[in-house]
């Protein structure tokens, strides 16, 4: 299984940046896909989440109004578009995917089996 995280990047305080996970070696639908960060100095933190389908979504409060996720099962992608980019905002920021034992242990790092290796997102002020 692989999980291929890119899109990350140096961007200024509230500018865009769009990251994407490929993923392969797995049946893609039959997983919850999140997106994590770990800030430096900082444990590894809850970012988003969408399900199975793509039908539902979760987001961190903060980040809750800036970030989208999104998912395409035909490609085996999932994508994180993050608007209103803040300093504190910047991190490693990881794709994982999760079977997951029910929904509501979405935010757990720990129901997700599978990671990326990770991409830098620096917010400049």
């Known amino acids: 299984v692989q999980l291929q995280a890119s899109g990350g990047g140096l961007v200024q305080a509230g500018g865009p940046l769009r990251l994407s996970c490929a993923a392969s070696?797995?049946?893609?639908?039959?997983?919850?896909m999140g997106w994590f960060r770990r800030a430096p100095d900082r444990e590894r933190e809850f970012v988003a989440t969408?399900?199975?389908?793509?039908?539902?979504?979760d987001y961190a409060d903060s980040v809750e109004g800036r970030f989208t996720i999104s998912r395409d099962n035909a490609k085996n992608t999932v994508d994180l578009q993050m608007n209103s980019l803040k300093p504190e905002d910047t991190a490693v920021y990881y794709c994982?995917?999760?079977?997951?034992?029910?929904?509501?242990?979405?935010?757990?790092?720990?129901?997700?089996?599978?990671w990326g290796q990770g991409t830098l997102v620096t917010v400049s002020s």
């Open positions: 994982a995917a999760g079977t997951l034992r029910n929904w509501g242990m979405r935010t757990r790092s720990s129901e997700y089996r599978y």
């Open positions: 070696g797995l049946s893609f639908s039959n997983f919850v």
């Open positions: 969408i399900s199975w389908s793509g039908s539902v979504t």
